[in-house]
């Protein structure tokens, strides 16, 4: 069973930082792939940032050239640094990771359990 741990939430000014990390109990090399997720009061969880097994990243509009996704393969973690936050970031932030378990490409999802990043105007 996959277990997800995130970390590094917390509450900031406007214009800060945080990074975020979430720790996988099994490999994450063996993941199709890895995402960081977020979802605020009465709004869709939505996608933030993701990463493939392969190194490709693909960021929300709202937060491309403010957030960058990575990871470290000998640590089983991903990351998610974020800079010059926004009120409108303010959101509870999932891990995701995801598995291909078919030929068809259908995917697992893997949640952790969230980690609330509250921006301050």
């Known amino acids: 069973q996959v277990q997800l741990v995130e970390s590094g939430g917390g509450l900031v000014q406007t214009g800060g930082s945080l990074r975020l990390s979430c720790a996988a109990s099994?490999?994450?090399?063996?993941?199709?792939?890895m995402g960081w997720y977020r979802q605020a009061p009465g709004k869709q969880r939505e996608l933030v940032a993701a990463?493939?097994?392969?190194?490709?990243?693909n960021y929300a509009d709202s937060v491309k050239g403010r957030f960058t996704i990575s990871r470290d393969n000998a640590k089983n973690a991903v990351y998610l640094q974020m800079n010059s936050l926004k009120p409108e970031d303010t959101a509870v932030y999932y891990c995701?990771?995801?598995?291909?378990?078919?030929?068809?490409?259908?995917?697992?999802?893997?949640w952790g359990q969230g980690t609330q990043v509250t921006v301050s105007s």
């Open positions: 995701n990771a995801n598995t291909v378990v078919n030929v068809e490409g259908a995917l697992r999802h893997y």
């Open positions: 099994g490999r994450i090399s063996s993941f199709n792939g």
């Open positions: 990463i493939t097994s392969g190194g490709a990243t």
